[in-house]
């Protein structure tokens, strides 16, 4: 692992409904660390197969080559000499081993930032992130626009329509696979 003696190291954390802007922001991000000549690692879940393999992809286009991992526990294998800033999209794919995982590269040093959904589709805490939020440097927390009204949406719903099986993969969980298609931003009063 690299990194230096852990001043420098810290986590942040980018939350919020699906089409907030997560991973809009984390792209941003990683490119600053890249014109600033930091090294710098992405990366994906295996089972998050909506950007393509290899990328991280916004709703809008913007996208950054990703390693992608099947566990938490695989990202500190990838972290090279040189690795400065290492990121992190859909962490809620990661599950509970996620927090300890980024804690360790922070606490070695390496600067953090690790994005994913705050809420599953029926308006509940989704894990890792709330436990991520807790022990981060900053957290960013983002809200999409309500496709109901246009108020700003800090949950999604599954729309009515949507195949049933989108996200059995990830049940009992249930919080995302699915994207445009099946999933709308929704703010508090028209997420019922
Ligand atoms: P996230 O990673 O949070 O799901 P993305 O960064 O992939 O979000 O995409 C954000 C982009 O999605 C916005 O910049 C906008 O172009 C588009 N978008 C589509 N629907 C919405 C919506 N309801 N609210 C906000 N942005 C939306
Ligand atoms: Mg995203």
Known sequence: MTGDDGR???????AGPMFAGKTEELVRR????????RGVLVVAHELDTRSGPGRVASHSGLEVP????????????LVADGTELVAVDEAQFFGLDLP????????????????GLSVTFDGRPFAPLP????????????????AVCGR???????????????DDALAPTSGHVGGAESYEARCRRHRA
């Open 30 to 37: 990683v490119h600053r660390a890249q014109v600033a000549r």
């Open 66 to 77: 990703s390693r992608s991992v099947r566990a938490a526990d695989e990202i500190q294998t």
């Open 100 to 115: 300890d995982v980024a804690t360790a590269l922070a606490d070695a040093g390496l600067v953090v930032v690790v994005a």
């Open 8 to 14: 420098s190291g810290r986590l942040e954390v980018i």
């Open 131 to 146: 436990e991520l939020m807790a022990v981060a440097e900053s957290v960013t927390k983002l809200t999409a626009v309500c």
């Open 152 to 166: 700003d949406a800090a949950f999604h719903v599954r729309l009515e329509a949507a195949p049933a099986d989108v």
